[in-house]
C-alpha cells in the first residue's frame, strides 16, 4: 500500500511575535493563536521574542524548518529593517512567505500630560525653538513607532534625538519617568495611561481619527 502524506498539522504550532508578553499586540497574537488551535485541531503556543525592532522574532522564524510548525506574526517593519540594519541574516522577500493579514493598526502620538504640548503644532514648536533638546522613544531602531517618529521629524522639519527602547512596553515608562518628552505607539500600549489621565494623546497616523480617543479640547473640530 503506498505511503500517505500525514495531513497537516500532526503537531502543535508556534507563533513567534516580536512584542512582549501583556502588551496590546501580543494580545491580538493570542487571540489568533486561540483561534487557529480550536481550527487546527492542534495547539498554537505564541512564542514572546521581543527586541531588535522585530528582529529577533524573524530571525527565530527564518532559521527553523520550513515545515509550517514555526509561524511569524509580525509589522511590516521586517519588510524594511534590512536597509536600517544590514547584517540582520536573513531576507525579509525570499525567507518568508506571506499567508494573511491579521489586523491593521496605526500608531498614536503621545506626550505625558505635563508636557507643553497639547497639540501637535505646540510639539513642533517646541522642538524648533531648541533644536536637538528634545527625544522620542521607539521600540527598537526600524520598528513601526521609529519609522512613524522618524516620518514625522522629516515632515515636520524638526530636529530631535531617538533614543531606543528594547521593546514597546519599555518606551511609555520611559515616558512617565520624563527620559523622553514624546513616542509613537500602538493604543493597546497606551491605552491604560491615558485612562489613568498620566498621557495625552496628540494625533494617530491612521487617515481617521481613532474614536476611542478623545476629541482636540481647544477646537473639538478634528
Not at 499586540?25 to 498554537?44: E, F, I, M, W
Not at 521586517?78 to 491593521?104: C, E, N, R
Not at 506626550?111 to 497639540?119: H, I, K, L, Q
Not at 514597546?168 to 527620559?179: F, I, M, S, Y
Request: glycine share 10%; charged share 15%.
Amino acid at each position: 500500500m503506498p505511503a500517505q502524506e500525514a495531513s497537516y498539522p500532526v503537531k502543535p504550532v508556534h507563533l513567534v511575535t516580536p512584542f512582549g508578553a501583556g502588551t496590546g499586540s501580543d494580545t491580538v497574537r493570542r487571540v489568533l493563536a486561540a483561534a487557529l488551535s480550536k481550527y487546527l485541531g492542534q495547539p498554537v503556543v505564541v512564542d514572546n521574542r521581543p527586541g531588535a525592532g522585530e528582529v529577533l522574532a524573524a530571525q527565530t522564524v527564518a532559521k527553523a524548518a520550513a515545515d509550517g510548525y514555526t509561524l511569524l506574526s509580525a509589522t511590516n517593519a521586517i519588510l524594511f529593517v534590512k536597509y536600517i540594519q544590514p547584517d540582520i541574516g536573513y531576507d525579509p522577500i525570499a525567507d518568508f512567505a506571506p499567508v494573511t493579514t491579521t489586523s491593521v493598526a496605526g500608531q498614536v502620538l503621545t506626550v505625558r500630560t505635563d508636557s507643553p504640548a497639547m497639540r501637535v503644532e505646540d510639539l513642533v514648536a517646541l522642538a524648533k525653538a531648541s533644536p536637538g533638546k528634545l527625544n522620542y522613544g521607539s521600540g527598537g531602531m526600524g520598528s513601526p513607532p521609529h519609522l512613524a517618529a522618524a516620518a514625522f521629524q522629516a515632515v515636520s522639519g524638526i530636529k530631535v534625538m531617538h533614543v531606543p527602547f528594547k521593546g514597546p512596553t519599555e518606551t511609555p515608562l520611559a515616558v512617565l519617568r520624563g527620559d523622553v518628552d514624546y513616542f509613537f505607539g500602538a493604543y493597546g500600549n497606551i491605552q491604560p495611561h491615558l485612562a489613568t489621565g498620566k498621557m495625552r494623546a496628540l494625533a494617530v497616523t491612521n487617515a481617521a481619527r481613532n474614536t476611542q480617543l478623545p476629541r482636540c479640547r481647544r477646537c473639538a473640530k478634528c
